[in-house]
């Protein structure tokens, strides 16, 4: 985060005393690659590593964008570069078309599907657009050998459009991804019928997609996973997944009745929790809202999650903005005195909901032309 943060505000960071009491300390091997990462995508960076490699110091150089292919390392999914990449896209000189190799679904990081389903929605507002914002998954690949393969696009602009999004309306339909790799093509459609088993108690419209990939096209390793994503009235998308263990990793099988059910109480947990964006697009809307114009942008959100309150400290160091969080407590229709009926009604409002609120900082895109 804090890479990302000094390639958009182009102020240098030196990080010491990274890991020095662990047994292998210094970067990993993730973090160098997204290091290189970061340096396709710009121009004129520098990056000084000590050789313990337990000090950094990054001197960013300007957003470049243009064609990058990258292998990502295996031990963290493509999403954990993709979260990153997605953040400087808008702002290149020109539009970004990225080719990530690497896993493609973990339990770590957000899948691309979940990207795709329930983030580039939330980008697409930013940017006024979707025009040129794409994902094509051409190959998957399970942990932990991976083989996937994904081409990301997005198009860059001038300045971004600030939000106001704080009436997340009700849900109306369920969609979904049920994916599998070098198992039983069988493994999907248990996947659905176990999802569908919960979900069709609230919702009827519900329709989940199969992908079940053969050959070239399924990586090196067996796996299967559920992407689950609910659409409001408004426009706002929720999301919610579960992924089967990796091969070697020392748990226990993965039963996809199991995982289906896993990932339908994931998503009705999602909902509980609510807000406009979800729990993964927390981040980029925070810090998407601080780089756009000088005007107020509105967002109401669920409970933070960890790495969004982290997020949030990073932005106020790098672009001296702090948020404005009030908690939007809607009065309950229950009369006075019926526990009954208050406990009702919070099952129908949720749990408690933030209005983040901020100034965008004005944040414009040097190297692209204006038109």
């Keep these: 985060m804090r890479l990302l943060m000094s390639t958009l505000s182009g102020k240098s960071v030196k990080i010491s005393q990274i890991r020095p009491e662990d047994d292998d300390p210094g970067l990993t091997d993730f973090e160098v690659s997204f290091i290189r990462l970061l340096d396709k995508v710009t121009n004129g960076t520098k990056t000084v590593i000590t050789e313990t490699g337990t000090q950094l110091v990054y001197r960013p150089g300007l957003l470049c964008g243009g064609s990058i292919e990258h292998d990502c390392q295996n031990s963290r999914p493509i ?26 679904c973990d339990k770590d990081d957000p899948s691309v599907d979940l990207l795709k389903l329930s983030v580039f929605p939330v980008l697409k507002r930013f940017l006024g657009t979707d025009e040129g914002l794409d994902l094509k998954i051409n190959k998957r690949g399970a942990a932990p050998d991976g083989g996937g393969e994904v081409i990301f696009s997005c198009p860059c602009r001038q300045k971004l459009r600030p939000l106001k999004f704080t ?72 999301g919610a997944e579960q992924v089967s263990s990796a091969k070697g990793s020392g748990e226990e099988p993965t039963v996809p009745e199991d995982l289906g059910k896993k990932a339908a109480i994931s998503l009705l947990q999602e909902i509980y929790r609510g807000g406009c964006v979800d729990s993964t697009s927390q981040g980029l809307s925070c810090l998407l809202m601080v780089l756009g114009q000088q005007d107020v942008s509105k967002v109401q959100m669920g409970e933070l999650t960890p790495y969004s309150i982290q997020f949030l400290r990073h932005i106020r160091d790098f672009f001296q903005v702090v948020f404005n969080i009030k908690v939007d407590k809607k009065p309950l229709a229950a009369a006075a005195g019926n526990d009954d009926t208050d406990e009702e009604e919070e099952l129908k409002t949720g749990g408690d909901k ?12 040097v190297s692209k032309a204006i038109r």
Aim: aromatic share 10%; hydrophobic share 40%; charged share 20%.
């Design 354 to 365: 933030l209005i983040l609120t901020c100034v965008g900082v004005g944040y414009s895109n």
């Design 167 to 238: 009436q997340p309306g009700k849900i109306k339909r369920i969609r979904g991804v049920a994916w599998s790799v070098r198992v039983s093509p069988g493994f999907v459609n248990r996947l659905v019928d176990s999802a569908r088993g919960v979900l069709n108690k609230f919702l009827t419209d519900i329709y989940i997609y199969t992908d079940h990939m053969k050959g070239g096209q399924a990586g090196k390793s067996p796996g299967f996973g559920l992407t689950l994503v609910a659409e409001t009235t408004e426009g706002s998308f929720l």
């Design 79 to 104: 999403g954990y570069y993709l979260e990153m990449l997605m953040c400087l896209a808008p702002f290149t000189k020109e539009p970004l078309r990225a080719v990530l190799r690497g896993v493609t």
